[in-house]
């Protein structure tokens, strides 16, 4: 029995939105998912897609999507992503309902993997535009787009500690948290993501949305004030699902 994880799949099997243009990695990258899923991946095992799942603007446009995933072995949980349109925020009991015994999706609410519980969110992360000088050093950003976005931080905070709620309700102690987006800017140390984490003891959250080389070291990855963090972002990964929990 293990837990795995991968993020960012960006299928398209009803559209023709590519992301081979963004480097050879993704080309034919649901081959390679599910090449290295079904190698990996045992009908007993667990399975986060950290979100970004599918194109698709809405659900009728996502269903082979998310057929393709509901066929990859293991109990699937999935998270949003911020390309994920079909799956609004008040939609959660909704999929959950249509799609029960196939999937699940992990919003205001929490899934269990042995004695852990997996509690999990969106998540938000400002990501500019940053100002640069001619060496390439930070001298700036968007101050009203950073104001933005710590309302969204502040809304997704309430459901992270929604689902974290539950969870100790239920009497979890052991928590893996999940988030699409990375738990800090690069302009911060530390966040309401990464706090949250140490207040609970979380043994390791797992997040993805950073696409490409220059982008893989955006946030914290391996062990950070007692807590593990790491990226699966499909490319990052190759595609392979990195093992969380045995
Ligand atoms: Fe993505
Ligand atoms: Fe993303």
């Given at each position: 029995m293990a837990l795995?994880?991968?993020?960012?799949?960006?299928?398209?099997?009803?559209?023709?939105?590519?992301?081979?243009?963004?480097?050879?990695?993704?080309?034919?990258?649901?081959?390679?998912?599910?090449?290295?899923?079904?190698?990996?991946?045992?009908?007993?095992?667990?399975?986060?897609?950290?979100?970004?799942?599918?194109?698709?603007?809405?659900?009728?446009?996502?269903?082979?999507?998310?057929?393709?995933?509901?066929?990859?072995?293991?109990?699937?949980?999935?998270?949003?992503?911020?390309?994920?349109?079909?799956?609004?925020?008040n939609k959660t009991g909704r999929l959950n309902e249509l799609f029960a015994g196939k999937m699940f999706f992990l919003q205001n609410n929490f899934a269990s993997y042995q004695d852990y519980a997996l509690v999990g969110t969106k998540g938000y992360t400002f990501e500019g535009p940053f100002y640069l000088n001619h060496r390439g050093q930070i001298i700036g950003w968007d101050e009203a787009k950073e104001e933005h976005a710590k309302k969204l931080v502040a809304r997704e905070m309430d459901r992270l500690r929604e689902s974290f709620r539950q969870a100790s309700d239920a009497g979890y102690r052991k928590f893996i948290m999940f988030l699409h987006y990375p738990p800090t800017s690069i302009l911060e140390e530390t966040s309401p993501f990464t706090e949250i984490a140490e207040e609970?003891?979380?043994?390791?959250?797992?997040?993805?949305?950073?696409?490409?080389?220059?982008?893989?070291?955006d946030s914290i990855r391996g062990v950070y004030r007692g807590v593990n963090y790491m990226l699966v972002s499909g490319d990052y990964l190759h595609f392979r699902p990195a093992l969380v929990l045995e």
């Open positions: 795995y994880a991968l993020g960012d799949l960006h299928l398209s099997f009803q559209s023709d939105k590519s992301m081979d243009k963004f480097g050879r990695v993704w080309k034919h990258h649901e081959q390679k998912i599910e090449k290295y899923v079904h190698k990996m991946v045992h009908p007993e095992d667990t399975l986060v897609l950290t979100g970004d799942h599918s194109w698709g603007r809405k659900l009728s446009e996502c269903e082979e999507d998310l057929a393709f995933i509901e066929a990859l072995p293991g109990q699937k949980i999935l998270l949003r992503g911020n390309h994920d349109m079909f799956w609004s925020a609970y003891g979380v043994e390791t959250v797992v997040y993805s949305h950073c696409h490409g080389e220059p982008r893989f070291g």
